[in-house]
């Protein structure tokens, strides 16, 4: 349920029904987990996060990006520097919103891993709701390398059987082949039409993603891959607050630790048990 200022809080007439902003409120309101917002413009920037991260999702199926391992990532070297491990280092004098952007703009030069695929889609549909100039104030130092984020991002995994759209889930194959790692799982955002965005995969239902991960099992294994319970998010409510602050944002701020793994396709809180 959604609770405003400590009341329940039903469907307004703000968000137009059937849009996806309706659809979520709907589904916040069926779950059994209190979904708590101080103010309606905290709610509002919450579903403008969801839905935007949808539409990054699917803007980079759309685009000539290529699922790579670490060891053949690719990137534009113009913004980027490819690291020894496969991430990508934003250049000096580079802008974060320029490079962020550019990934989707000239796409046919980058090739990375499905948890990287997400951060990026979160960096972009930040990117795209607090705009550049806040934006690059907040992520002046990104560096893309599997679930490695800012924490002004304020990534969490939490275990729930109730998704949202806009949640990025992940599918676990427990048998996969050693000789494709790749294929040990998926991160995949959840599109609120029935359909996720797996970097890799595409658009495509959950049995569809299922079929898929089960195809690359290791030869005569039979154990089915399957939808985990485990749920990727964002801070909401940190991004919210950030955005309506009025404050100058200093770069001196404590920086996540960087795990080199060369795991492709590890979920997000595997990556925070490598920490």
């Known amino acids: 349920m959604i609770q405003l200022s400590g009341m329940p809080f039903q469907q307004s007439d703000m968000w137009p029904s059937g849009s996806i902003e309706s659809i979520i409120i709907q589904q916040m309101n069926e779950d059994t987990a209190v979904y708590s917002y101080q103010s309606i413009d905290e709610l509002s920037f919450e579903l403008k996060l969801r ?36 991430g990508f280092l934003l250049l000096d004098g580079v802008t974060p919103s320029d490079a962020i952007q550019d990934i989707y703009r000239n796409s046919s030069q980058y090739a990375f891993e499905c948890a990287t695929a997400m951060v990026i889609i979160y960096y972009h549909a930040v990117l795209n709701l607090i705009g550049e100039s806040l934006f690059n104030q907040l992520f002046q130092n990104i560096y893309l390398y599997s679930w490695h984020a800012d924490p002004d991002l304020g990534l969490t995994s939490n275990y729930t059987g109730h998704f949202l759209p806009g949640d990025v ?11 494709t790692p790749q294929w040990r799982g998926e991160n995949a955002v959840i599109l609120g039409d029935g359909t996720y965005f797996g970097h890799g995969v595409g658009i495509k239902t959950a049995e569809q993603i299922i079929q898929a991960l089960n195809r690359r099992r290791k030869p005569g294994k039979k154990q089915s891959a399957y939808l985990t319970n485990v749920v990727t998010r964002p801070s909401f409510k940190h991004l919210a607050k950030l955005s309506m602050s009025q404050g100058v944002y200093s770069n001196h701020k404590y920086q996540h630790i960087v795990v080199q793994h060369s795991e492709s396709s590890i979920s997000f809180d595997q990556y925070v048990f490598y920490l």
């Open 51 to 86: 839905k935007n991260i949808i539409l990054s999702a699917r803007a980079m199926n759309q685009s000539n990006v290529r699922f790579a391992v670490f060891a053949k990532s690719r990137c534009n070297p113009q913004y980027w520097h490819l690291t020894r491990t496969g």
């Open 169 to 179: 889930v992940y599918f676990k194959n427990p048998d996969f082949d050693p000789q």
